[in-house]
């Protein structure tokens, strides 16, 4: 059973990011579902490079995140 939060996984990007005080990272095309003129494009590249968010072909930044998903994040 999966238990779904109500943040999306490009919201939880953002709050993880913001509270450890990461530099931002310039995005580098890591998934084809975010274009780098989101928002969360650099907090997500700087996380995929903190090796926080393993690369994929896809984020699913739209989607809730999972509990499991938030906690491997945190």
């Known amino acids: 059973m999966h238990i779904v939060c109500f943040v999306t996984r490009a919201e939880m990007i953002e709050y993880i990011f913001k509270a450890m005080?990461?530099?931002e990272s310039e995005?580098?095309?890591?998934?084809?579902?975010?274009?780098?003129?989101?928002?969360y494009a650099k907090m997500l590249q700087t996380m995929v490079d903190?090796?926080?968010?393993?690369?994929?072909v896809n984020f699913r930044p739209d989607d809730n995140v999972k509990y499991e998903e938030a906690i491997k994040m945190m």
């Open 21 to 23: 005080k990461y530099s």
């Open 50 to 56: 903190k090796g926080i968010i393993s690369k994929d």
């Open 27 to 39: 995005y580098r095309n890591e998934f084809s579902d975010v274009d780098s003129g989101k928002p």
